[in-house]
């Protein structure tokens, strides 16, 4: 059993990844939360449905979020009624957020809804929420304390930011499938994505207990670092390294993650500047295909079992 930690684009491409060379019962995926967020009324959980869209292969595989062949009709004549329209809500899109809405108004948990919609788009292998309490992003910027999507999407991640908290992870408890599957006696190597280290992958360890069952399992724990000779591949992460107070570089990305990790995965255009002191392993890191993501995956895999 692998279990991967995901959000946003990157977590997305290399769970696709790791899903093309193993099967259902051999992977399971933990999705960021701390994006999630009402808007007009209607749950919106942007990590589980990238992670799940792209597993389907219904993402937008250009813009990296959202569906293929998406029609904005919808948002149009919302904006015309005078509704906020800075959220890309797509037409088919749309159809996720309502039936995750009523579902949960149904009484449902996240992971419950989570898996319904998983199976209505063909995914076998398990993918949950970390878990099914609230937990939110927030960020302490130059202009105020913004919600995640304020600051990501409305703001464009253009605000400078002096801190970031996790409002609710110390009361939140992991998804009864994400802890069955940190006990999980066959879990032979847990993988954090190439997801934002701050923001995407943050929010799931600092869920209540998921640290310290990372730290004392006798599997290994490698991370795929997301930023490359010093940019980010997608998204803030090197600019909020930066911002606060951190090297936005993969020596500064195994700094971030510390003694949790036994092992770092990066980029060969990083060989030579690479003073870490976890253990490294050195391959193309950059997804541009699908066969690079089997080929990230399948690296990946290998460099775990040289760890146990």
Not at 15 to 36: C, E, K, M, W
Not at 180 to 205: E, F, G, H, M, R
């Amino acid at each position: 059993m692998i279990l991967a930690l995901a959000g946003g684009v990157g977590g997305a491409k290399l769970a696709t990844g790791l899903a093309g060379i193993l099967g259902p019962d051999q992977l399971a995926i933990a999705v960021n939360t701390g994006d999630d967020f009402v808007f007009q009324g209607l749950s919106i959980s942007p990590d589980l449905d990238t992670v799940t869209y792209t597993l389907a292969g219904l993402n937008d595989q250009e813009k990296g979020w959202g569906l293929a062949e998406e029609s904005w009709q919808f948002l149009a004549a919302l904006e015309r009624l005078g509704g906020e329209a800075w959220f890309k809500l797509g037409d088919k899109d749309l159809a996720t957020h309502v039936m995750r809405s009523y579902w949960l108004s149904k009484g449902w948990t996240l992971s419950e809804v989570t898996a319904r919609i998983c199976s209505a788009l063909g995914i076998t292998h398990q993918v949950f929420p970390m878990s099914d309490d609230p937990v939110r992003t927030f960020l302490d910027t130059e202009i105020g304390e913004l919600d995640f999507q304020t600051y990501f999407v409305r703001e464009r991640c253009q605000p400078k930011v002096r801190n970031v908290r996790y409002v609710g992870a110390d009361q939140a408890k992991p998804s009864e499938a994400f802890m069955k599957t940190l006990q999980d006696t066959y879990l032979s190597a847990i993988i954090i994505c190439p997801s934002n280290p701050i923001l995407s992958v943050a929010p799931i360890l600092a869920v209540q207990g998921v640290s310290p069952s990372l730290r004392s399992h006798p599997a290994p724990v490698i991370a795929v670092s997301p930023i490359i000779e010093g940019k980010a591949v997608k998204g803030p992460a090197a600019k909020l390294f930066r911002e606060l107070g951190k090297d936005p570089s993969v020596a500064g990305v195994a700094e971030y993650y510390g003694d949790l990790l036994d092992g770092l995965v990066i980029d060969a255009k990083d060989k030579d500047r690479a003073a870490i002191r976890q253990k490294t392993l050195i391959t193309n890191t950059l997804m541009q295909t699908d066969q690079d993501k089997k080929n990230l995956a399948s690296d990946v895999l290998e460099f775990a079992r040289s760890l146990i």
